[in-house]
């Protein structure tokens, strides 16, 4: 696999698809958001939150790899309690001050699309986890 974090599309159909599964499900929404006359807004915002989550878990990603297991289980589990609390408090300010269908649509656009990418970010650890060599394997003589 590369060095970055997600695989392209050269290194094999199925890896590419598992990291790219929150990309498809956020897209999809838009049409099922339109045809259930959800709020458009409330599309962009649920996108938006997703698109920010995202970015930040890639760069705890980042961060994480170069530090040891501690500090990387240390930071990769404020950066995911961190995400969690700014996305619920956004939601909720809009939800009081905007209007109640587009936090509504927001968060159900989010749910999905961060429930998909985090599938495909699964089974995409699994597939390299599963073509990973092993490692001190011993053999019997």
């Known amino acids: 696999m590369n060095s970055g974090v997600y695989p392209s599309p050269k ?14 499900v956020a897209v999809i929404a838009l049409p099922l958001v339109l045809l259930l006359d959800g709020p458009f807004n409330g599309w962009l915002l649920g996108i938006g939150l997703w698109v920010g989550n995202w970015s930040l878990q890639l760069l705890t990603t980042k961060v994480s790899l170069s530090t040891t297991a501690t500090a990387a289980v240390g930071v990769t589990g404020i950066s ?13 300010i809009v939800a009081i001050r ?16 961060f429930t998909f990418d985090l599938m495909g ?21």
């Open 98 to 113: 905007v209007s109640e269908p587009l936090a509504i649509t927001a968060a159900f656009v989010f749910l999905a699309a």
């Open 11 to 24: 290194e094999g159909a199925l890896p590419f698809a598992a990291a790219i599964l929150g990309i498809v």
């Open 80 to 92: 995911l309690m961190s995400r969690a609390w700014i996305t619920a408090i956004v939601l909720f």
């Open 121 to 141: 970010r699964a089974l995409l650890f699994a597939m390299m986890e599963r073509n990973r060599p092993a490692t001190g394997a011993t053999t019997d003589t």
